[in-house]
C-alpha cells in the first residue's frame, strides 16, 4: 500500500497547486484524478472532428499575479491573456468596455464616466484586497496568520464591507448613470449565473472575474491545465488519472487514506480535496463516520447549477458587423440580454426549475483569436446561456429541452451575427448533469456554491475556527476546491491556502 504526505483528490487548477506547494515544500504528493488527462475545468476538447473548444468556459477566474510568476506559467506555455474588450447587446443599445482604462473612458458618454472609471477603480482596489486576504492563513485558533513572505501578522478579515448586503442594481445604479452602461456591467457579473440583480447582496458578483481580470490562454484552456500538470510533475508529484476517488476514509477521527475505485487504499497524512464541499463530504465519505452535525449542515450548503454552455462548429466565420467597426469586439465576450428585468424573471425561472425566455447568453468566437481551433476557412463559436437549471421541473434534459437552448443561442448569435444559424456544422449542449458526471461538480455548480454574504469569502463554506483557510472540523481533511474562500475571485487561491494550512499545521514552511 502506497504512503504519501499528501493526496490530493481532483487534478484540476486548484489541485494541482496544491499539489505543486506541498511537493515543493518537500512533502510526497500524489494528484489522482479521475479523468484521463488533468486540468478539471481547464482543458480543451475537440466536440466534433477538427473543431476544438474549452467545454465548460472560455475564461477562468484570474490567477493572481504572484502565484503566476512564482508557478512559472508563462514559461510553461500558459500566457494567460485578458479579453480586450467586453460588448453587451440589449433593447436599450449596445455598448462596449475595453480593458484598457483610456479606451474606455473615451467609448462611454461623458455623463457617465468619472463614475464608471471611479466603479472600475474601486473594484480593482477590493479585487486586490482578497487577492491579499487569500494569500494568509490563520494558525488554528491562534489569532495570527502566517504569510510565507511576510510571517506572522495580526489576523486580517475578508474585505467585503457594504457589498455584502447591497443590491447589485443598487450599487450600479448609485455609481453609473447611463442604464446601458448599468445592464452591461451587471451581465459581465452574472454571466453564466442565475442572479436577480435586485436581491439584496449580490454585489458581490461584481468582484467576481470580469473583463481584464480573467485570462484566456492561445488555444483554449487546456493550455492551462497542461501547463500546470508540467509544473506539477516537475515539482516532484506523482499524478495519476484514471483514479476515481471513491471514499475517504477515517481511522481514529482522521483522515487517513482515499480509497480509488472501491478496492485500492492509498494512504496519507493529510487529504486535499480539490471538490466542492458537497461532493467532498456527501459523497466521500461515511456518514457514519463524521458527525450527524457536520452532515445536516453540509446539506445545508446551497449549491445549484446555473449554467449550459452551446458549442457550435461553423463552416465559415460569422458575419459580425461590430467588429469591423471596433475589431476587438471579435477577441472577447459579447453579451446579449433584453433588459435588468430579464436577469430577475431568468433567476425566478431557474428558481422554479424551468428554462427562461429570454436569459443572459454569451457568444464568443474563439477562434477569430486563435484559428486552429477550427479547420482552415472555418470556425467555432461558443454560447453560455446564465440561469439554466440542473434539474427541469417540467421533464428531463431528454425531452427537446438541449434544442431549446441550442434555439436560444442561435436567436440571441442572429441579434449581433446576422446568418450565423445557417453557417452551423454541428453543436453540442452541456448541462449541469454533464459537468457533474465530469467534473464532479455537486449538482454541475461550477461555482462550488452559491455566491451570498452567508456563503462568500470568510463565511464561505462556513464561518469558525473550524472552518479556517481551507480546514474543516474533519482532522486531516482539508478543502481547497471552489467551495473555499477565495473562490470563485481567484483561479488556484484556494489550492494554495489550503496547501499552506497543511505546511502550518504539520509546522513545515514553504519553499521560498
Sequence with gaps: MDQFDAAIVGGGPEGLVAAIK???????????????????????????????????????????????????????????APSPASTCVSEGGRSIFFADEARTARAVPPESRVGLLAYRREIECLQEAIEDRASLVTARARGFSLNPRLGSVRFTSWPAGGWATASLEELLRLRIADPVLR?????????????????????????????????????????????????????????RCGAEVTNISLKNDRARSVVIGGREEIRARVVV??????????????????????????????????????????????????AREVPDVALGPIHVVPTFESLALAHEAWSAGALPRAPLVTLRVPSFADPRLAPVGKA?????????????????????????????????????????????????????????????????????GELAPDQALGFRPF?????????????????????????????????????????????????A
Aim: charged share 20%; glycine share 10%.
Design 22 to 80: 506541498l511537493a515543493r515544500a518537500g512533502l510526497r504528493v500524489c494528484v489522482l484524478e479521475k479523468e484521463t488527462e488533468p486540468g478539471g475545468r481547464a482543458v480543451t476538447r475537440e466536440f466534433h472532428p477538427g473543431f476544438r473548444a474549452s467545454p465548460y468556459a472560455d475564461e477562468l477566474p484570474a490567477v493572481a499575479p504572484r502565484l503566476y510568476r512564482e508557478l512559472e506559467l508563462a514559461r510553461h506555455g500558459a500566457i494567460l
Design 183 to 239: 445592464l452591461h456591467l451587471a451581465a459581465d457579473a452574472t454571466s453564466g449565473r442565475a442572479v436577480s440583480p435586485y436581491l439584496s447582496g449580490t454585489a458581490l458578483h461584481a468582484l467576481a472575474p470580469g473583463v481584464g481580470r480573467s485570462g484566456q490562454p492561445p488555444g483554449g484552456m487546456g493550455k492551462l491545465g497542461a501547463a500546470l500538470a508540467r509544473v506539477a510533475a516537475a515539482s516532484g508529484v506523482l499524478l
Design 273 to 322: 480535496s480539490a471538490l466542492d464541499l458537497k461532493s467532498t463530504v456527501l459523497d466521500l465519505m461515511r456518514w457514519s463516520e463524521v458527525s450527524p452535525e457536520l452532515i445536516r449542515r453540509v446539506g445545508q450548503y446551497r449549491q445549484a447549477g446555473q449554467t449550459a454552455r452551446v458549442l457550435f462548429a461553423l463552416d465559415a466565420p460569422p458575419n459580425l458587423p461590430l
Design 380 to 448: 467555432i463559436m461558443t454560447a453560455t446561456l446564465a440561469a439554466i437549471p440542473a434539474q427541469m421541473h417540467e421533464g428531463s434534459w431528454r425531452n427537446g429541452k438541449r434544442a431549446q437552448l441550442i434555439a436560444i443561442a442561435l436567436a440571441a448569435a442572429e441579434r449581433v451575427m446576422p446568418g450565423v444559424t445557417s453557417r452551423v456544422i454541428a453543436s453540442k449542449t452541456i448541462v449541469a448533469p454533464e459537468i457533474e458526471t465530469v467534473l464532479g461538480c455537486n449538482d454541475g455548480d461550477l461555482d462550488g
Design 463 to 511: 464561518e469558525g475556527v473550524d472552518w479556517q483557510d481551507g480546514r474543516t472540523p474533519v482532522a486531516g481533511l482539508y478543502l481547497g476546491g471552489s467551495s473555499s474562500a477565495a473562490s470563485p475571485f481567484l483561479l488556484g487561491a484556494s489550492g494554495e491556502r489550503a496547501a499552506l494550512a497543511v505546511l502550518t499545521d504539520l509546522k513545515k514552511r514553504p519553499a
